[in-house]
């Protein structure tokens, strides 16, 4: 059957490449076009006969570019009737999933995920205070009662506290920070969990319904450093489980 030919949704002229590491500047000249705009998301890139002949290379390269560009999550290559190499749809999950298991691949310490927790809810809580919506507000002072609710169970208490300060980041309404959050969940639970005695979940809680107030009326600045304290508690004891390394002793 001959091959269907179709035009990509926004044309792009494709460049010849070198021979050395053919399908490497393929996938770099694919990856610059998507950060120029001149592919979207849902665009049909080409064939792989027809890229092929616009990249001047065989098709085996091409295969190979693609296949890089899918491992990726850039393309989607599609067989059949209507294949070919399409522009990805984002996906936050995927991101953060992937962000997540890089993050236990390298090792990051819980001093470090707090670290970083504090950069994300300290700036979430501040936009949440200028853009929160009213469902936004009664998800949290929900979640706020079942913390009340599950403050003599730690599992179940950490559980509700990692859902109130996911619903607090996406009360920001900033997809870049929910994502990173999204990724420092599993680290950050157990963390919870760790601490959740009754006494402190008990002031969690009240310290919780005082952030909550500060969205409810919109002052940011108060938001935000309300965050930062109640965090860099957090920290604190976190830094009482995870010691700075050791140096290593120079050699004489």
Do not use: C
Not at 21 to 29: A, F, G
Request: glycine share 6%; net charge positive.
């Amino acid at each position: 059957m001959a091959e269907t030919q179709r035009e990509p949704a926004t044309p792009v002229s494709w460049g010849p490449v070198r021979t050395d590491t053919l399908s490497w500047r393929i996938v770099d000249q694919i990856r610059s076009a998507l950060f120029a705009e001149k592919i979207r998301s849902g665009d049909f890139i080409g064939t792989e006969s027809s890229l092929a002949q616009q990249f001047g290379v065989s098709r085996m390269s091409v295969r190979d570019a693609l296949q890089r560009l899918a491992a990726a999550g850039i393309v989607v290559n599609r067989a059949g009737a209507k294949g070919g190499a399409w522009v990805a749809e984002g996906n936050a999950e995927h991101f953060a999933d992937a962000l997540a298991i890089q993050l236990k691949l390298i090792g990051v310490s819980p001093a470090e995920i707090v670290d970083a927790q504090i950069a994300v809810e300290t700036t979430s809580a501040e936009l949440a205070a200028r853009v929160a919506t009213p469902d936004d507000l009664g998800r949290l002072r929900n979640l706020q009662q079942q913390m009340a609710d599950t403050r003599g169970e730690p599992e179940k208490f950490a559980a509700v506290a990692i859902d109130f300060h996911t619903a607090i980041v996406e009360a920001s309404h900033n997809r870049v920070l929910l994502a990173q959050f999204k990724a420092m969940r599993h680290v950050l639970r157990s963390l919870h969990s760790q601490h959740a005695t009754p006494e402190i979940a008990e002031r969690a809680v009240a310290e919780y319904g005082a952030l909550v107030r500060f969205i409810e009326i919109g002052d940011a600045d108060a938001a935000r450093a309300h965050m930062d304290r109640r965090l860099r508690g957090v920290r604190d004891r976190a830094r009482l489980l995870d010691p700075p390394p050791k140096r290593a002793r120079k050699s004489k």
